[in-house]
């Protein structure tokens, strides 16, 4: 008997329960070589016409320098992009210099108008902090818990439209990385209306996104639609 009355103290101490998960959230380092791949399927209905927009992007992100909030300067190169041929094999220099993203060939080659589109689109947010990975920094995630991410850290989040609100559910933690649902619902009625839940994996100590995969729903005056994405991060030293 006293021995199954240890047994149980043992089993329901606080050493024995699964602790919360908390993450942390690194800027690069400089040195360090990310492959990240993802892809979109779009569909939309707009005055009676549907449209299918299919998206899938690949490239190697050499960090070079980091800021105090971002990755400050990198060599990209891709390997696809959509349609966007002219800059698929090819190694750009991408840099965050006084509030302007600066875009240059890393050969030293004058960039031509359509490389210098594709490269404005897909680095339109470089250079700038990464809103919900910071907003996710000290809170501890309970599995199978349902935690609301604070409406006050998301509201300078240019992802999506305003207001947002975003919860995340502990599925489980193994080893380095934690698995979580996802769930976000952005903009208001009569604006654009966004909603998305997914499955993602994160890096518990530097907040990295190694997968996400997730589905949607979206709305505005004129459009509806939905949105199926995926995409997946690794990192390691050049």
Known sequence: MK?????????????????????????GPAGITCTEVRSSVVKASANGRNVEQKDNVAKTIEILAVGPTAVSKAKVTYTAYGKGDAIVGQSYLVAFDKGTVKLARADGKPL?????????????RFGKPDVFAEALVGIAFEKGKKTVI????????EEFPQPI???????????ATATFTVQLKAGSPGGQQLSLKGTAVL?????RVLSLDGDGVFSDAKVTGTIHTASTEACGKS
């Open 165 to 175: 609100a975003a919860s995340m559910t502990l599925l489980e933690r193994k080893g």
């Open 150 to 157: 604070p409406a006050e850290k998301l509201a300078t989040w």
């Open 3 to 27: 021995r199954l009355l240890a047994l149980a103290c043992l089993l329901v101490s606080p050493a024995a329960l699964a602790e919360p998960v908390k993450l942390g959230h690194t800027i």
């Open 203 to 207: 890096d518990i100590a530097t907040g």
């Open 112 to 124: 031509s108008p359509e490389e210098e589109k594709l490269l404005a689109k897909d680095n339109k």
